[in-house]
Every structure is written in structure tokens, then in C-alpha cells.
């Protein structure tokens, strides 16, 4: 079974850091692309960031370049979203997800709220 587990959100202040964390089981993660994806409240779904399989490549919508940091550890199955200065249009629902031969998978996400 495909899990992606999502942690390390929460509440912090206009030009605060996070770091979030995806775990993930049931899939060989080291040859899979991997991507963020963000929900604001009422909005529709923002891909955030993507990296590919050996972390040669990584790449950012424009609203985060500069701020976001996309990593994995494959060794770990794991894959991380740096967050620096965040503003509070970062707010959001965050998952990671994944593409399997065509079929999408996603965590249950993390909040993350930037307000003063």
C-alpha cells in the first residue's frame, strides 16, 4: 500500500522558517520523481516544487523561488520542503505527492499558517 505521510507544519510569523517532511512506504521511492503541492483556502491546487529521482534536478513555481528549498533522502524514502521566509499567502494546505503509472498518490497533508 502507498503511503505518504506529511509532517512539520504549524503557525509562525511572517519571515519564519519551516521545514516539512514526507515519509513515504510502499512504492521503491529512489525512482520516483517527487513533487509539492500546496491548497490555499479556497483556492485550487498550487504545485509548489518537484525534484527528480537522484536529486539532480529541482524545481520551484515562481511564488517560492528563493525561499523554498526542495530535498530527498533516499535512503530514508523521505523528502523535504525548506521554507524561508514565508509570507502569509504560504498558507496552505501542503502535500507531497507522487506519480505511479499514472495514478496520482497523496498524503493527507500539513497546515501551515503564516500570520502575525
Known amino acids: 500500500e502507498v503511503q505518504l505521510v506529511e509532517s512539520g507544519g504549524g503557525m509562525v510569523q511572517p519571515g519564519g522558517s519551516l521545514r516539512l517532511s514526507c515519509v513515504t512506504s510502499?512504492?521503491?521511492?529512489?525512482?520516483?520523481?517527487m513533487s509539492w503541492v500546496r491548497q490555499a483556502p479556497g483556492k485550487a491546487p498550487e504545485w509548489v516544487s518537484g525534484i527528480n529521482r537522484r536529486s539532480t534536478s529541482a524545481y520551484y513555481a515562481d511564488s517560492v523561488k528563493g525561499r523554498f528549498t526542495i530535498s530527498r533522502n533516499n535512503n530514508w524514502n523521505t523528502v523535504y520542503l525548506q521554507m524561508n521566509n514565508l509570507k502569509p499567502e504560504d498558507t496552505a494546505v501542503y502535500y507531497c505527492n507522487v506519480d505511479l503509472t499514472g495514478l496520482r498518490y497523496w498524503g493527507k497533508g500539513t497546515l501551515v499558517t503564516v500570520s502575525s
Open positions: 510502499g512504492f521503491t521511492f529512489s525512482e520516483q520523481n
